[in-house]
């Protein structure tokens, strides 16, 4: 076994490159059917940070990655940390309206796109500080029969781009000569990533992180969660979840390119697709959303698959169901391990493998992270067994928002000389540690996985002409954990504007995943005498109306 690197001289990228010398031959991804040693990602990722630093890549310039889950993330990601990058990774469905925000607020002057999304960075030429658009499409470092295959069966979508000085392609960076002169880094003062996180105020706050956060959060997972369960260079895990998602890349990292390991990176979560390969490479890994389990529990194919070698599944990104995780257990026997934690503050909790989590369990802090429960107003720890807010820190983790000061001193909070990130979620400890999920803020709504900010799409929807007034609020949904809900007041002179409209105009400025699914007009909202919007209130009725139960 490959000893450890001391944390205060490990970068993102440290132990990857520790894992290649070890095992060069052994696969690091598997992507489309085609295998991808560690030797040969490793010089990929070499050249890439070449090639980036031919275009005028340095040390500390910002980059977003606006790709989805494919090979190509995976050199994009280890080649902006060795050119000394930060990597500023996004959804790749966003629309042109919201990466050209993140564009000017992460000072990114280049963008690593899709051929098919390139049409919306073609739109923020010239509005933003963009200089470079580095372009790929999802087969370019396939073979070429696959990718002629695809091309004749039309199964590969693509986009039109015109390539000039301003736009290049992918593979074009891979031709350069593997970076030598890779710049010195200090894995505490120097940032690795930006990500960004819904605002309560209506934007996206970007979160940056330094090198020895991740590191931090990644290494008690690999270590202390893990440990000897984690079967160094031959073990094998599926990824399936957006590596955008901290929680996402922080498993993969961890499980797999971490402990030469091996990866099935799946683009898409197609449910067939997934089953197939997690028996045909005996996968053994697993970590998914709520929304995932269901679907493969509901797939009338399941029985066709062998699943059996399965052994240690992991849910995160919302609370999973009693009833989703009874029948897992049920099937397979085996139990659904919790993960938690959020951008702010990367990996906070996790179930204990060998111990059947309970009931709304999302496990136990690690040991890199410090957790509180407090009485939000008060400040002061409550009594096991109570429900408060849950407060965390870590000396590792950078405590603020990247440019934002103001939103910075609402969420990271001063508590007897240490600096804590409030959660917004609210949960109970039990005396051993546990912690067990109560509620989320009313902001804070989940849906298929994803943490959408109620507040930026309330912003987007009061920059329509004719609403005054808007709340946004997550419904219960037995599909997708919760759907959203738009509450709009019109002005008085307004005619004609119905739900399709506003949902358009969310559509056209929003990721898919964060426009309401209907919209409900009123003549007022409940505000407090300040002239808050009760979001909370509102949210309760709605809920008390569909389910007869109050929200929580």
Known sequence: MVDTIPLEKELSYSRFDLMSDTYPDNTAVVYLGERFSYRRLRDMSERFAGGLQSIGVGKGDKVLLYIPNCIQWIVSFLGIQKAGAVMVPVSPIYTSHEIAYMIKDSGAKTIICMDTNYGYVQETFGQTGLKKAVVTNLMDLLPVWKRVMGMILDKV??????????????????KASPITDKPVLDPVTDLSYILYTGGTTGFPKGVPGNHIGATSYINDVTFDVAGEHLKEGEDVYIAINPLFHIMALGFFMAIGLNKGNMVVLMPQPQVDAILESIQQYRVRWFLGVPALYRMILENDRLDQYDLSSL??????????????????????????????????????????IGSEPASGSIGYPLKSRECMVVDPVTLECVEHGESGELFVSSPYALKEYYGKPDETQKTYIKVNDKVYCRMGDYVSCRPDGELVYMERSADIIKHKGYRVSASEIEAVLQDHPTVINACVIGVPDEKTGERIKAIVVLKEDARGVGGVELIKWCADRLASYK??????????????????????????????RITGKTAG
């Open 311 to 352: 052994q240690y599944c992991f849910c995160g990104g919302d609370v999973l169901p009693g009833k989703v995780m009874n029948r897992f257990k049920q099937a397979y026997g085996l139990p659904i391990y919790q993960v938690y934690g959020s951008t702010e503050v990367g990996h906070v909790t996790y179930s204990k």
């Open 157 to 174: 979508p693509s986009g039109r781009v015109t390539y000039d000085d301003k736009v290049v392609p992918f593979t074009s960076l891979l």
């Open 515 to 544: 426009v309401p699914g209907y919209v409900e007009f009123r003549d007022m909202l409940p505000k407090s005498k300040v002239g808050k919007l009760l979001r909370r209130e509102v949210r309760d009725s709605e809920v008390r």
